[in-house]
């Protein structure tokens, strides 16, 4: 499609867009990745060595994760038939072929982590009586390893925390002390079920497995602690039992995203004010040293058999490349790319606490000040960073300065930041949702009659607390996939969902109904005075249809001007077309509510 006539934003979301590619590490060549460039993100093979590329899937619903078996034959996914998140693992020949369930004998769930090594395969599910870990040997039904009312995973992304490179151990993640939002660590022996060994550092601090050594009979595990208050790597070995912290580069946060393949050293990101920087961290003499890429954010990385960083990178102005160290494309698309967009300045205020917020604003050219986005993140347990957002660019070019506070709450800024809305969900993000936009005011920036407040998820929750605490601070009102009646969602959210909200009120609508209703913005649907604009799916388990429905009709009842987009699928959208319809929507509606701004 030739892009004349079509706007910058519409080009932004309509450019192919290419995920980290994940790969086998006994058959390294062969790579999975998932891109949008058919209109719907899907799974496709690449053989570096044939240089051949097949699409794997045509789901419906579409797909962002895969990964290949251990020996690179087939590839493996996670389905679910509308978008609600429940489902099974399932497998293919990585040449294609037809799909059949990975673990037949496991119940369809809601998935809590997978990982497979030769011949092992662990991973864990939810449903609505808690969690269970199993483990499969080799041809053997599936067993179970343990199981929880509350959380519990088969723990690390892509499985490399999950089973040791031999196939011996399996790592679950569990809040059997019963902190569900500070896990411990628990190693299995995955042919016996016996226990190997405990971690936990006690309440209040969670532990997080990262990477087990890639080198087969190597019984050491790289783990994210939190003693010092900020998220730090260590070395746990479960043969000796000893547990060792390791210092890194920056006083950021840190990541471990894997281990170099002789098991000498860890790749790791650290994370300082939303921007990323990573290193190579040999854990034997403690010595770091910073591994080259350009300035922004990390979007994924890894390290390749040859000892090559490969890396996902971008920043607000530009959109995302695949490179490795040495800076050179490793793979990419045969299709054009997003038009670049305004950089991201760094920006901090102070909230009502005395405390430092800090986050990014973007303007559009010329002099404030302009109509304005309080753009306000989900999670909680998330943050923005210094990233490529086609959403933020979109409003940027309709004449919005966009401003994203990283709220108390967010990651990022050390645990106790993160941990302020335990026992005090709601409020605290949005005063500082609200002092954020004071301090744009007065620096001249944002101009107080033209003001919207729009986030999705928890975003989208903190927006309609926003929108019925201080209603008369918005113009307009955008929430995606809100929180928007407390008690109607925990009834009907994913047993995960539940966990968070136990986590963070300290207890359920049982114990905690008067919290609950306090927190929830259908209590103050009479003080709404701005238009709202709702987007919700159908079949979202995380924040369910039923309870937004159930704010809609009560803003109507007291008349209130509200407008709702419904699609099909679930929490999100990975059709192209319908990313992109929800956008021209958000824009119509602030355009008709907001003077002096550009429509779609």
């Not at 809601?110 to 483990?135: E, K």
């Not at 929880?148 to 892509?158: E, P, S, V």
């Not at 602690?225 to 950021?252: K, Q, T």
Request: with cysteine; charged share 20%.
């Amino acid at each position: 499609m030739s892009d004349a006539g079509i706007p910058r934003w519409e080009q932004r979301f309509r450019a192919p867009s290419l995920l980290f590619p994940s790969w086998s590490r006994d058959v390294p060549d062969r790579l999975v990745y998932s891109s949008n460039e058919t209109g719907t993100y899907q799974l496709s093979a690449l053989d570096r060595v044939s240089g051949e590329r097949r699409r794997l899937t045509d789901d419906p619903v579409g797909l962002t994760d895969g990964l290949p078996t251990p020996d690179g034959a087939g590839v493996v996914w996670f389905h679910d038939a509308t978008g609600d998140e429940f489902g099974h693992w399932v497998t293919a020949p990585f040449e294609g072929g037809p799909t059949s369930i990975l673990a037949p004998d496991v119940p369809d769930g809601w998935p809590a982590g997978l990982s497979m090594r030769p011949g092992v395969t662990a991973l864990a599910m939810g449903d609505r009586d808690g969690f269970t870990a199993y483990v499969k040997v080799g041809s053997e039904p599936a067993r179970v390893l343990m199981r929880h009312d509350d959380m519990l995973t088969i723990a690390g992304d892509a499985g490399e925390a999950g089973a040791s490179a031999d196939g011996s151990m399996v790592t679950v993640g569990h809040s059997e002390h019963g902190d569900l939002l500070h896990p411990a660590l628990r190693v299995f022996d995955a042919r016996t079920g016996e226990v190997v060994g405990d971690l936990w550092d006690g309440e209040g601090l969670g532990l997080h497995a990262a990477a087990w050594s890639p080198v087969p009979g190597d019984a050491r595990l790289a783990v994210l602690h939190e003693r010092s208050g900020v998220p730090r790597p260590a070395i746990w070995d479960l043969r000796s039992g000893e547990r060792r912290d390791l210092e890194v580069g920056g006083p950021g946060e840190a990541l471990v995203l894997g281990w170099f393949p002789k098991g000498d050293a860890l790749l790791v990101a650290v994370m300082t004010d939303g921007r990323d920087q990573l290193y190579r961290l040999d854990p034997a003499d403690g010595s770091v040293s910073a591994v080259e890429h350009r300035p922004g954010t990390i979007g994924a990385a890894g390290v390749r058999p040859d000892g090559r960083v490969w890396m996902r990178t971008m920043s607000g102005a530009e959109p995302a490349d695949i490179v490795d160290d040495t800076g050179t494309t490793v793979l990419a698309l045969e299709t054009g790319r997003a038009p670049a967009g305004r950089p991201y300045a760094a920006w901090e205020y102070t909230n009502p606490d005395g405390e430092r917020v800090h986050g990014f604003l973007v303007t559009p050219p010329g002099e404030g000040p302009w109509p304005t986005v309080m753009e306000v993140h989900g999670g909680p347990t998330w943050l923005y960073q210094d990233t490529w957002m086609p959403l933020v660019q979109a409003f940027v070019d309709a004449g919005f300065a966009v401003a994203m506070p990283n709220y108390r709450g967010s990651t990022g800024y050390g645990t106790a930041w993160r941990d302020a809305l335990i026992g005090n969900p709601g409020l605290p993000e949005t005063e500082d949702v609200v002092a954020g936009l004071d301090d744009l005011v007065a620096r001249g920036v944002a101009d107080p009659a033209r003001v919207i407040v729009r986030g999705d998820s928890w975003g989208g929750y903190v927006s309609l607390l926003c929108a019925g605490l201080h209603p008369d601070r918005w113009a307009a009102v955008v929430a995606g996939v809100p929180v928007a009646d407390y008690l109607a969602a925990y009834e009907d959210e994913a047993p995960s969902l539940q966990m968070m909200d136990r986590g963070l009120f300290g207890g359920g609508p049982d114990e905690y109904r008067a919290m609950y209703e306090e927190r929830s913005p259908i209590t103050y649907v009479d003080r709404v005075s701005a238009p709202v604009l709702i987007l919700a799916g159908e079949n979202d388990s995380r924040c369910p249809i039923r309870q937004i429905d159930n704010y809609a009709d009560a803003l109507r009842a007291n008349g209130g001007v509200i407008e709702m987009y419904r699609y099909t699928t679930g929490h999100s959208s990975f059709v192209v077309e319908e990313r992109v319809r929800q956008v021209r929507t958000q824009l119509a509606f602030v355009a008709r509510h907001v003077s002096g701004v550009a429509g779609p």
